[in-house]
T-cell receptor
Framework: AQKITQTQPGMFVQEKEAVTLDCTYDTSDQSYGLFWYKQPSSGEMIFLIYQGSYDEQNATEGRYSLNFQKARKSTNLVISASQLGDSAMYFCAMRDDDYKLSFGAGTTVTVRA | DTAVSQTPKYLVTQMGNDKSIKCEQNLGHDTMYWYKQDSKKFLKIMFSYNNKELIINETVPNRFSPKSPDKAHLNLHINSLELGDSAVYFC??????????????FGPGTRLLVL
């Protein structure tokens, strides 16, 4: 069974600083995809960034980047230059061979002015 | 130009009623999904359809029945609603492929409250 672990229920970060959200996963599949989604208080699920299991380089998308360590089965999300609008819940997810997305429990980020 | 839309956005109903949630995507994707997000924000897959064919059917009570009339639509019908069905239901769609093509895009969610 697939499993995604996000160990940080909540985090505070000062505006303009960087924050790292941890995510580890467990799978025996060789091919898988890793995703991060943002869920603001309004409730929608917004796709942020993707990392494929065969990608050799860490994914980057604007202020979002991943620290992908395949051997450790971790894919941590780094949000640089935090903005007030980054306050939200962030979910790590993994797509398995059956194309199901398994989600972690989420991390709530609060950006302080 | 909404990519994945759901109706209704809010649904308040009495226990025992039957209700439906509709989902439409205009992204040209071939796969659609239903997820349930509970009160603790935990998200779990319920169903998935690929080109109108059911491909994922998780352990969901058979009171829940998905229906896909075409690959752009996936509806969810719930019979005999129970208090525990109260949750946010998300529809999503993706293109089966390689790499970022497989990203699932979510609808805005339907907040169901069973009284």
């Amino acid at each position: 069974a697939q499993k995604i672990t996000q160990t940080q229920p909540g985090m505070f970060v000062q505006e303009k600083e960087a924050v790292t959200l941890d995510c580890t996963y467990d799978t025996s599949d060789q091919s898988y995809g890793l995703f991060w989604y943002k869920q603001p208080s309004s409730g929608e699920m917004i796709f942020l960034i993707y990392q494929g299991s065969y990608d050799e380089q860490n994914a980057t998308e604007g202020r979002y980047s991943l620290n992908f360590q395949k051997a450790r089965k971790s894919t941590n999300l780094v949000i640089s230059a935090s903005q007030l609008g980054d306050s939200a819940m962030y979910f790590c997810a993994m797509r398995d061979d059956d194309y199901k997305l398994s989600f972690g429990a989420g991390t709530t980020v609060t950006v302080r002015a | 130009d909404t990519a994945v839309s759901q109706t209704p956005k809010y649904l308040v109903t009495q226990m025992g009623n039957d209700k439906s949630i509709k989902c439409e995507q205009n992204l040209g994707h071939d796969t659609m999904y239903w997820y349930k997000q509970d009160s603790k924000k935990f998200l779990k897959i319920m169903f998935s359809y690929n080109n109108k064919e059911l491909i994922i059917n998780e352990t969901v009570p058979n009171r829940f029945s998905p229906k896909s009339p075409d690959k752009a639509h996936l509806n969810l019908h719930i019979n005999s609603l129970e208090l525990g069905d109260s949750a946010v239901y998300f529809c999503a769609s993706s293109q089966v492929g390689v790499g970022q093509q497989e990203t699932q895009y979510f609808g805005p969610g339907t907040r169901l409250l069973v009284l």
